[in-house]
């Protein structure tokens, strides 16, 4: 026999048609039954339910704002997201924050769209703002606070198509002539690593052995998640530096803080102007296989560097000596 919820503490009901998320989720408390949710399964609408029971959402439809939707999704909604995406979108807030005491229901797609157009970043931040609207819109949709998606209307810049352009010699020379320079330190890191920004920025002094001169981490891949690679020599004193510095736990931090993203492309945009070179931060990774394979690196060794799985190699597990013979490669690039 199936015991009944008790009274006040909401449902969790089927709707008719081909739904992506079928169930929705009842709140009881209020007496008028509110939607708090649409789930794709019975069992997780009752885990919302009881969620939500043990820790009540305070929804006005008519009266939320802009922030307080955003406080809420930020505790029910974006916990779920990756680490790099949630800052990014952290980040985009500020963008929006001029709207932040307007009812959520009254705000039209011009005005958010007028926070992208404002916001005088380039595609990766205006990108940002409009998959912050989409995310908010969503959520209130599902609080049956708005009855359409306005963000569905937004545009923001594309990003550019561009040809990946390895570094030069004489732009890798200018680089150590001017490594004083604040942040040309990373620029040099991903020429002598191939981590990607998210890489870069997700890595822990934890993670950084300056003994033995190896370091784990990578992301997106099985084959380069967690991969541990040794320390190239030329870079050996920017990663003990940055080691010493660091007050986050981060190997690289912005004025004591974990860095996103979008705010390291800013810095990026900023250093390429000063430098007078024309990259993106892509093209250090390109530009590090490139150097490591004229320098005739073995090619699975290039691979595992790089954190990608290697045709007929099966998943190997790196020894201590295989470590060495990572290094061995890695030190093939010597200017």
């Not at 609408?45 to 809420?72: F, R, S, V």
């Not at 320098?295 to 560097?305: E, F, P, Q, S, T």
Request: glycine fraction near 8%; charge should be positive.
């Amino acid at each position: 026999m199936l015991l009944k919820n008790p009274n006040g503490y909401g449902t969790v009901t089927k709707l008719s048609g081909n739904r992506r998320k079928p169930w929705i989720v009842k709140e009881g408390k209020s007496g008028k039954q509110k939607p708090i949710g649409y789930t794709s399964t019975k069992e997780e609408g009752l885990i919302l339910l009881a969620q939500y029971n043990n820790d009540p959402w305070d929804i006005k439809t008519d009266k939320i704002t802009l922030e307080e939707l955003y406080t809420l999704w930020l505790e029910k909604r974006a916990v779920k997201l990756g680490d790099s995406n949630r800052s990014s979108l952290k980040s985009a807030y500020k963008h929006c924050s001029k709207l932040a005491k307007t009812n959520y229901k009254q705000i039209k797609s011009y005005q958010m769209q007028d926070c992208i157009d404002s916001c005088g970043k380039g595609y990766s931040t205006q990108g940002a703002i409009k998959n912050l609207w989409g995310h908010l819109d969503r959520f209130a949709m599902e609080l049956d606070i708005i009855m359409k998606c306005n963000s569905n209307l937004l545009t923001s810049e594309p990003i550019p198509e561009t040809t990946k352009e390895v570094f030069t010699d004489k732009e890798v020379s200018r680089l150590w002539e001017n490594q004083n320079l604040p942040w040309v330190d990373s620029i040099l890191f991903f020429l002598y690593t191939g981590f990607r920004i998210s890489e870069m920025l997700s890595l822990r002094t934890a993670n950084v052995d300056l003994k033995e001169w190896t370091m784990r981490g990578g992301v997106k891949t099985e084959a380069g998640k967690n991969r541990l690679i040794p320390v190239h020599s030329k870079i050996q004193g920017i990663v003990q530096k940055r080691f010493e510095q660091s007050k986050t736990g981060y190997l690289f931090e912005y004025e004591g803080n974990e860095v996103s993203e979008s705010k390291y492309r800013e810095i990026w945009a900023d250093l390429m102007g000063k430098l007078q070179m024309k990259h993106t931060p892509h093209e250090c990774r390109h530009t590090f296989r490139s150097r490591l394979d004229s320098a005739g690196a073995n090619k699975v060794c290039i691979d595992r560097l790089m954190g990608h799985k290697s045709k007929g190699t099966g998943e190997r597990v790196y020894t201590h000596k295989n470590i060495e013979e990572l290094r061995m490669n890695i030190e093939l690039i010597t200017n």
